[in-house]
Antibody
Framework: EVQLLESGGGLVQPGGSLRLSCAASGFSFSSYAMHWVRQAPGKGLEWVSGISRSGGSPYYADSVKGRLTISRDNSKNTLYLQMNTLRAEDTALYYC?????????????????WGPGTLVTVSS | DIQMTQSPSSLSASVGDRVTITCRANQNIIKYLNWYQQKPGKAPKLLIYAASSLQSGVPSRFSGRGSDTDFTLTISSLQPEDIATYYCQQSYSTPRTFGQGTKVDIK
């Protein structure tokens, strides 16, 4: 059974940092591109970042570029999101999602499995 | 960025009704359109990918159609367990963008 489990969320002050993790099991992690998608309280879905299966091609939404860094460790079946210089508008439930389509610029794919999410709250 | 617009924003229908949700892109995305279902308090779930391909395990009452800029998700016979918010999402270009969602409930 495919399982994705996020961790690392919590309450952080504006300007602070957090590192999210997503542990994957039940599928060949290194064969999938991976993404982070967030959902602010009561709002819709927003794609945040994606990374190729090799880890060599990360992409970001403009709203997080330069502050958030996606990475992966295929030997540990784990996806990461390093979050720096956090702002109130980063407050959201952060989901990791797998994508079976690994193409240039991570195009043409879809999010076939999702974790339950981890909540990040940025507030003083 | 490609903008995705869904309509309606919400709808109420009776059990057994045929329900259709529309998603429009502001530029041609060919067939790179996916649909997700999100039940309250849960993570989204993939229903349809590449405009019309049914994800494994998804009931056949769900179907998708369309190409270029106009797409639809149809539930052929609405069931109580289909109460959820539905999102379209394009994967033609980065950033991947979602529609604002369509909330479906039972009349």
């Amino acid at each position: 059974e495919v399982q994705l489990l996020e961790s690392g969320g919590g309450l952080v002050q504006p300007g602070g940092s957090l590192r999210l993790s997503c542990a994957a099991s039940g599928f060949s992690f290194s064969s999938y591109a991976m993404h982070w998608v967030r959902q602010a309280p009561g709002k819709g879905l927003e794609w945040v970042s994606g990374i190729s299966r090799s880890g060599g091609s990360p992409y970001y939404a403009d709203s997080v570029k330069g502050r958030l860094t996606i990475s992966r460790d295929n030997s540990k079946n784990t996806l990461y999101l390093q979050m720096n210089t956090l702002r109130a508008e980063d407050t959201a439930l952060y989901y990791c999602a797998s994508d079976p389509v690994d193409t240039s610029m991570l195009l043409r794919g879809y999010f076939d499995s999702w974790g339950p999410g981890t909540l990040v709250t940025v507030s003083s | 960025d490609i903008q995705m617009t869904q309509s309606p924003s919400s709808l109420s229908a009776s059990v057994g009704d045929r329900v259709t949700i529309t998603c429009r892109a502001n530029q041609n995305i060919i067939k790179y359109l996916n649909w997700y279902q999100q039940k309250p308090g849960k993570a989204p779930k993939l229903l349809i990918y590449a405009a019309s391909s049914l994800q494994s395990g998804v009931p056949s009452r769900f179907s998708g159609r369309g190409s270029d800029t106009d797409f639809t998700l149809t539930i052929s016979s609405l069931q109580p367990e289909d109460i959820a918010t539905y999102y379209c999402q394009q994967s033609y270009s980065t950033p991947r963008t979602f529609g604002q969602g369509t909330k479906v409930d039972i009349k």
